[in-house]
């Protein structure tokens, strides 16, 4: 593959050109955060443009939704446009593409033109008698008014060839008798995406284009209009799919929410965790680790390590997320400082509905920190933390599983609440107090830790022992405790 390094004037512009007809989805985010990447890597400028020049189907909710996923991502941006604002200068564009000669107007009915209406060439490709109407006669229709797309007048004949180089894809070619010849102005006269969209990336001097693979064949016409408009093209480079393991195109339509950008900070990702698996679709280091920062993400990235080949996000109904993900989540997730941790949890319980103060939560948080790969796990992984009353649960999980029974559970309860009234509430105390109080009993520690794990978590799979104790303070493990005692009471 070629260097993809930047312009001997070190002037790197990329840009994200999304069109706001729906949710960020995760190849679009994958799309942006390769561009950023890019960007930082080269100390270049990180363009953000809406493409909103298709009026029927932008919307002001999509805007927000890619605004939000963005800001979610918290990756920020250096310039920011919006197509509709320039559709004066993708006009002028497009009529001096027409006095230059290389457009010509299409009377074709727009019902018609804009089906690209079969001939009998094949494939639709040009209108013969309209691509050679004389200038005198299209002036004469287009003063009468009427209506005309402009199209670009595609050279035929002589084994003409479109070229342009990617640098994943490498050199890139198509016969321009295969081109057909495509519309730069509909007959409303606004702009076709392929000519905004090339004025705009030559208007705001774009040096590489980053997009996915779905955009190649495009980008024969794109090097058409850049020649055209007396431009030098951008270097382009075109990123692998992503695909679903079926190896269909991921799409709202046929994958649901997983696609989008949204299901995935509802579910508890982190910004980092998610750029970083988005990251391994498609490209990968030299080294080929899979745990990056973002700051090893910048310093790892270049064109020549994306792939060609598409990449698989699996997925399975019951289960929406890649494993990868998950551990990807898991891994970041052990990797914050445990305040910054605290702080990002705090949402999800106060969306639960729980009011957990942010230093409780502060001692919380390292004793669950290992047990979740998601934010939102923190919630059901501490409830009984914040729970005035601890939920319902079977007294039967109060008696150990190895050999117990319900009176000598009851006893175990009945010792600690004899003993941790006069014991200091720290770690070593507890751990003494209580294994004393067993070897008294004859039990080995987990018959006496169990009882009075689930009796103060009302569960079994709880964080550790002592540390919960001093998190929940004395007053409250002897109310549980006490509770405990008398569930059991009824079964002995």
Known sequence: MPDSTPSKSGNVRVRFAPSPTGFLHVGSARTFIFNWLYARHNHGTMVLRLDDTDVE????ASV??????LRWLGLSWDEEYKQSERLALHRSAAHAIFASGL????FTPAHAAEGEASSSQGAWLFNPGLRELPREESDRRAAAGEPFALRYRVPRGEGRMVQFHDAVYGPMSKPADEIEDFALLRSDGNPTYHLSSCVDDADLRITQIIRGQDHLTNTFKHALIFEGIGAAAPQFAHLPLLVAPDGAKLSKRKHGPVVSVTTYRDAGF???AFINFLCLLGWSPKDDREFLTLDELTSAFTLENVNRSNAVVNFTEEDPFDAKAVHLNGEHIRALPV????????PFFEQAGFSAS????????PLIRERIKFLKDAVSAADFFFLPQLAPYDPAELI????GDAAMARRVLQTALEILPATPFDHDSLDQALRTAATSLGLKAGPMFQPIRVAICGRKNAPPLFETMIVLGRDV????????????????
Do not use: H
């Open 339 to 346: 305040e910054e941790l605290s702080a990002r949890l705090q």
């Open 477 to 492: 493990c002897l109310a549980r405790i006490q509770q405990a005692e008398s569930k059991l009471g009824s079964m002995v």
């Open 400 to 403: 150990p599983s190895k050999g």
């Open 57 to 60: 189907r932008n919307t002001d």
């Open 103 to 106: 457009a010509y107007r299409d």
């Open 358 to 365: 942010p230093e409780k939560l502060l001692a919380v948080t």
């Open 64 to 69: 927000q939704s890619i605004f939000e996923g």
């Open 270 to 272: 982190l910004p980092d």
